[in-house]
């Protein structure tokens, strides 16, 4: 079954850093990884989408990699600001699946 | 612009009472589906729906049913509401083909069982 864990779970920088999301999965066999942004009680927002076949895509000031045999995706953002903040969740869908599984999410507070 | 829209944004019911949360895709798309989240456990999902009158459980049904009519409804039931059912309902959809479909989500019902 597939697992995926991102970490950390929580993390707090001042604005105009340059960060890293990690996003860490067991089965490499994945069709694709998706990247979320999640305001506080609001839906999850889609930010970026990797075909297993990609390595990375990017969107503005973001940019996602994929390493399926590592087991990793990272989200990169540059420049962070406060309208930053939010939870960033990542979800993969296994080759067979229609079912995306989950990460916990990182919760990210970028401070003026 | 897609839009997937839930039928409530809050919503406050009483232990026992029967509840109906929608959910409404106006792309077209064949899979729809309920999760729930809830702080430390991220989101888990409820029920999936891949064509109209097809249903699968999730990871935590029990409690829960669902219908879909029609190819663009999805709607949760909560048979006999309970306080442990308080949460946050979050519906989202996909196309059926390709792995280039995107997951979108509709903006959340926040429930609070008394």
């Known amino acids: 079954k597939q697992e995926v864990t991102q970490i950390p779970a929580a993390l707090s920088v001042p604005e105009g850093e340059n960060l890293v999301l990690n996003c860490s999965f067991t089965d490499s066999a994945i069709y694709n990884l998706q990247w979320f942004r999640q305001d506080p009680g609001k839906g999850l927002t889609s930010l970026l989408l990797?075909?297993?076949?990609?390595r990375e895509q990017t969107s503005g000031r973001l940019n996602a990699s994929l390493d399926k045999s590592s087991g990793r995706s990272t989200l990169y953002i540059a420049a962070s600001q406060p309208g930053d903040s939010a939870t960033y969740l990542c979800a993969v869908r296994s080759g067979g699946s229609y079912i995306p599984t989950f990460g916990r999410g990182t919760s990210l507070i970028v401070h003026p | 612009d897609v839009k997937v829209t839930q039928s409530s944004r809050y919503l406050v019911k009483r232990t026992g009472e029967k509840v109906f949360l929608e959910c409404v895709q106006d792309m077209d798309h064949e899979n729809m589906f309920w999760y729930r989240q809830d702080p430390g456990l991220g989101l888990r999902l409820i029920y999936f729906?891949?064509?109209?009158?097809?249903?699968e459980k999730g990871d935590i049904p029990e409690g829960y049913s669902v219908s879909r009519e029609k190819k663009e409804r999805f709607s949760l039931i909560l048979e006999s509401a309970s306080t442990n059912q308080t949460s946050m309902y979050l519906c989202a959809s996909t196309l059926l083909t390709g792995s280039l479909e995107t997951q979108y989500f509709g903006p959340g019902t926040r429930l609070l069982v008394l």
């Open positions: 729906s891949y064509d109209v009158k097809m249903k």
């Open positions: 990797i075909q297993s076949s990609q």
